[in-house]
């Protein structure tokens, strides 16, 4: 067996610790930031640990009264809105990328690798590139300024991500279990929903996993297309903290907290899904 010298593991071990600090300490500052007054946050040297920690921008978030500022009694709406946009986004893309997923990872049929390299081509066209058609085109219709504008929108460059990763795990699951559920009796459509996607099912909820933070964080095209709290998501409420003369960095470092929070669960709560499905999936197409 190979030794280390004491050397080697020491440059390990303080390498592994800066590693862990440049992921951890930026959470940490946001979090110390949400409970620090301004006066506190923005004196010199930094306090690292409050001296005098306040949830108020919490309860003006959350319980907003009528004393709080607007920005922070809307913010609650735009959490709902992102949440309905990221999880409409995620179950239509599931519902469509599978069974596109299906077609390029287990059919033969002509042009179907060209196909998929199409497909994934259209996620490295620049968003700005084609925003302004975009608006013209949701201006229209009437159709700027609303959530299901927003759901349109996300599903042009989450789909093909989710297309992608669908048909490597579809690629991944032994044909001989199809071929015996057909001999048996079953259609394709039968085999692809009582073999397939119970095998899948790893893969759809890392898929889902992935397209609800792609969606959840998407930022350009909700701050181009909406300009009330009727469709606003969380990341442009964030940025709307900002003001023509002054930062309000505490509840901007709320917001950030409360925005992080949704995906924190989802990936702890599906975390064995999640390292599963990208394992099963991790073949070549």
């Not at 003369?245 to 599906?270: E, Q, R």
Request: charged residues 10%; glycine residues 8%.
């Amino acid at each position: 067996m190979k030794q280390y010298s004491l050397t080697t593991k020491i440059i390990g071990y303080a390498g592994m610790v800066l590693v862990v600090l440049a992921i951890f300490l930026p959470i940490y500052w946001l979090v110390v930031s949400s409970i620090s007054t301004r006066a506190e946050l923005l004196s010199v040297p930094i306090h690292w640990v409050p001296e005098k920690p306040t949830f108020q921008q919490y309860v003006d978030i959350l319980f907003s009264g009528s004393e709080a500022p607007r920005t922070a009694r809307m913010f609650k709406s735009t959490l709902a809105n992102s949440f309905i946009v990221s999880a409409t986004v995620t179950l239509v893309g599931l519902l469509i990328g599978s069974l596109a997923g299906y077609s390029f990872g287990r059919l033969r049929f002509s042009g179907r690798k060209a196909g998929l390299m199409m497909i994934m081509a259209t996620r490295m066209l620049p968003s700005i590139s084609i925003v302004i058609p975009l608006y013209l085109i949701f201006g229209n219709l009437q159709l700027v300024d609303t959530k299901f504008t927003l759901i349109v929108l996300y599903l042009t460059f989450t789909l093909p991500f989710t297309i992608w990763l669908m048909a490597s795990f579809f690629q991944s699951i032994p044909r001989e279990l199809e071929e015996a559920a057909r001999i048996d009796g079953c259609t394709r459509l039968g085999a692809l929903y009582r073999v397939i996607f119970p095998l899948s099912l790893p893969g759809f909820v890392a898929t889902g996993i992935f397209t609800f933070m792609m969606a959840w964080d998407e930022f350009f095209f909700a701050l181009i297309f909406t300009s009330s709290y009727n469709a606003k998501t969380v990341p442009v409420a964030i940025a709307e903290f900002t003001g023509r003369h002054a930062i309000d960095y505490t509840a901007m470092t709320t917001g950030g907290v409360l925005a992080a929070i949704p995906p924190v669960i989802l990936a702890l709560i599906f975390q064995r899904f999640i390292i599963k499905g990208l394992t099963s999936g991790a073949v070549k197409g």
